[in-house]
């Protein structure tokens, strides 16, 4: 049985997600945090101090994610990341700690499967076209950007090799903010508008010919909760990090 402590657990996908452990036949829910709620703990840190968990599901905000993940780490408890705001510098972080603890942390931009497909096509598509920028979309009222599916997208294309650009940025005429940020060699533009959710685009160009892949997130978390609950059966099995649930589907 895996005890299983679900941070943000009123949220909108930490709610389900809570849900989605407790029916689980082989999970337990062992705590949830929240800070709205008085029937949970206010913090991972007393969360895990006070009962035996193997994995801390993370689903609040990116002020406090690292504060959350290394928490756990220092307790040798197991992590899934599902919020965003983490840095390349803060994923290095992570990834010593808990190889140095002996433990597995999971995360993904997006757990849902069609955005692990994304990923999974993205970097086909790379091995082939070299032009590519993404463009980010979210709600109005989402603080950080570019979304962890952007950021997560540009990292595993930087894997594969850096784009072709035709003009580079810091000789761009006129504002050079109107190019987007570089993210791991990636130009990102990240809008913030009502009516969105998360959407991520990847536009791929080559001479003549353009080829646009697009994931959409809906305005529920169902997507969200089969993918959390894979990467909580797989942390366990891990030492490290691993960043993206596409790495779990084979």
């Not at 006070?50 to 959350?68: F, G, P, Q, W």
């Not at 190019?179 to 001479?207: D, K």
């Amino acid at each position: 049985m895996i005890r299983v402590c679900v941070a943000g657990a009123t949220g909108w996908t930490g709610r389900p997600v809570a849900a989605a452990v407790e029916a689980a036949d082989d999970m337990e829910l062992a705590a949830g945090v929240s800070r709205s709620d008085p029937a949970s703990y206010s913090s991972v840190a007393e969360a895990l101090d006070a009962v035996a968990v193997d994995v801390l599901v993370d689903y609040t905000h990116s002020a406090i994610v690292r504060e959350n993940v290394l928490a756990a780490l220092e307790r040798r408890v197991n992590v899934v990341v599902g919020s965003s705001g983490l840095q390349a510098v803060d994923y290095d972080e992570i990834d010593a700690l808990a190889r140095k603890q002996q433990v597995g942390v999971v995360a993904a931009g997006n757990f849902s499967l069609t955005a692990a497909l994304l990923l999974r096509c993205a970097v086909e598509v790379a091995r082939h076209l070299e032009a590519w920028e993404v463009i980010d979309y979210a709600s109005a009222g989402k603080p950080d950007a570019p979304s962890g599916t952007a950021r997560e997208v540009a990292e595993r294309l930087d894997e594969v090799r850096p784009p072709t650009v035709g003009v580079p940025v810091d000789e761009t005429l006129g504002a050079r903010e109107a190019r987007g940020a570089a993210v791991s060699g990636t130009q990102v533009h990240s809008l913030r508008l009502p009516s969105f959710v998360v959407s991520t685009e990847i536009v791929f160009a080559a001479e003549g010919e353009r080829l646009a892949i697009r994931h959409d997130a809906g305005e529920t978390p169902a997507p969200y909760v089969a993918g959390t609950l894979l990467a909580v059966r797989a942390a366990p099995g891990r030492v490290g990090l691993t960043r993206g649930l596409d790495r779990l589907l084979d």
